[in-house]
């Protein structure tokens, strides 16, 4: 009995993952028509300096409109054209796009996520600054976004990659920090200007003190290698408080602004601050 009832069990699994295959190809395909069907844009969302709330930059996140899967999220979609070789036209696709937008802002940088295989593509450097010259950006209104997996595997090329594109004036952050396999003692090899904090250590700030603990490393870290110190996802007004007061020098989050579309992004860019957290100015209390 127990035999049989494993044995259907197994039959479950193999549909099930039969299934998800399935989806994973029609995906694919679906993403594969995404660029020249028009149905890809970016999103930007600011990123702001701690106290004064100015903008110094935006991260231009990807967004699908699929006629199939409606608006799906870039956290599903990345990883399965990263096991592709779709990432390589989406992400030049990104790239394109961002750079014709940070041409219509008055000074803030455009921070374009790269996926590790992006990374660590051939002639990823010669390919970017062709692309970015051409474009007539400076490259230090361009900041370069890499996760600890991009970097760690390779340690030795993706110093050499970094450097390189640091000499060319380059900005660098490492993403999501805190998740992957960095050791803090290695990220001194790196050529970086910033440090993202993942948003799983803000959002556990206010609950474990092992998330506040680690939130104030990472400031620590990122401060004494004179690093700038974003944190992600920053939802609450106390959570503002808290960064500040751990030294954290920028933040980006649903909080001071939400991603949006570049129409809006340019009005906020020429506007050059985010709205105030709403907080009582002091002195204005009846
Ligand atoms: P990421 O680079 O860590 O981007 C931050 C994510 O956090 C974005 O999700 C953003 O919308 C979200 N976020 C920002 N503030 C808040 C907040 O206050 N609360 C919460 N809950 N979330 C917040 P999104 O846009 O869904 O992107 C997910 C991931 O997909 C990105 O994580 C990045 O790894 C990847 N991605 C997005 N666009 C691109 C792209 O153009 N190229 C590549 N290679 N990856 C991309
Ligand atoms: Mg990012
Ligand atoms: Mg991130
Ligand atoms: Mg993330």
Known sequence: EAKRQGRGLVRVFTEAMDESIRLRRRIED???HAITAGELKLH???IVARESLEITGFEALLRWQ????G?????????????SNLIHDLGDWVLEAALETVKTWPGQYVSVNFSPRQFRRQNFVGQLVERVQRSGVAPNRVQI????TAIFDDAERAADTLYRLRQMGFRIALDDFGTGYS?????RKFALDCLKVDRSFIDGMGRERTS???VQSIVHLGRSLGLEVVAEGVETEAQVDTLRAAGCS???GYHLARPMPAEDALLLAERRFVRAPITEAPGTAA
């Open 30 to 32: 679906g993403l594969s």
């Open 44 to 46: 930007y969302q600011p």
């Open 66 to 69: 699929s006629p199939e899967y």
């Open 71 to 83: 608006t799906m999220s870039p956290a599903l979609f990345i990883p399965i054209a990263e096991e």
């Open 145 to 148: 976004e890499i996760t600890e």
């Open 183 to 187: 050791s803090l003692t290695n990220i």
């Open 212 to 214: 506040m603990a680690i």
């Open 250 to 252: 920028h933040l980006q």
